[in-house]
C-alpha cells in the first residue's frame, strides 16, 4: 500500500466494507426463510413482482453487493492515487439520507456517517495537495492539453 495512504483515507474503504458486511448478514438473517424458498424452487423466475418478502431479500443482498463494489472502488483510489474520491462521500450521502428519513431505525445513518468523513477526508487531501511545495512543480512539469512533452 502506498506510504501516502494512512489515516482516515485508510480507514473508509474499510468502513464501506463493514457496512457491506453487516448489510449482507442482516439480509442473510432477516430474509433466510425466502432465501430457502427461492433456492429450494431452482432459482431460475423464483422471485415475482408480487412477492414483496422475495423482492425485498433480493434487493437487500444485491444492495450489500453494491456496497462490497463501492469499497473496492475506494480502496483501489487510494492505493493507487492516495486519495478518496470526492463522490464516495456524496454517493453515500446520497443513499443514507433518503434511507435515515423513510426509516429512522436503520443502517442508513451508518451511510451518512461514513459518507462526511469520506467528504471531509476528500476535502483534506484536495487541501493538503493544493498547499504541498510539491503539488505546484509536479503540475507544471506537465505539458498542457494538445502539446508535446519537453524532451
Do not use: K
Not at 473508509?12 to 466494507?17: D, G, K, Q
Not at 444485491?62 to 462490497?68: D, I, P
Amino acid at each position: 500500500m502506498s506510504t501516502q495512504a494512512r489515516g482516515l483515507r485508510l480507514w473508509i474503504p474499510r468502513l464501506v466494507h463493514a457496512a457491506a458486511a453487516a448489510h449482507l448478514l442482516v439480509g442473510a438473517a432477516a430474509a433466510r426463510s425466502h432465501w430457502s424458498g427461492i433456492v429450494s424452487e431452482g432459482l431460475w423466475n423464483t422471485v415475482a413482482n408480487d412477492d414483496e418478502g422475495r423482492m425485498m431479500a433480493l434487493w437487500f443482498m444485491a444492495a450489500g453487493l453494491a456496497f462490497v463494489g463501492l469499497g473496492l472502488l475506494a480502496r483501489r483510489s487510494v492505493t493507487t492515487t492516495g486519495a478518496l474520491p470526492p463522490e464516495l462521500g456524496w454517493i453515500l450521502l446520497a443513499l443514507g439520507i433518503p434511507v435515515s428519513l423513510l426509516e429512522p431505525v436503520s443502517g442508513g445513518w451508518s451511510l451518512i456517517a461514513i459518507g462526511l468523513l469520506a467528504v471531509v477526508s476528500s476535502r483534506r487531501d484536495r487541501t493538503a495537495s493544493a498547499l504541498s511545495p510539491s503539488a505546484g512543480s509536479r503540475q507544471e512539469s506537465r505539458p498542457a492539453p494538445g502539446n508535446p512533452a519537453p524532451r
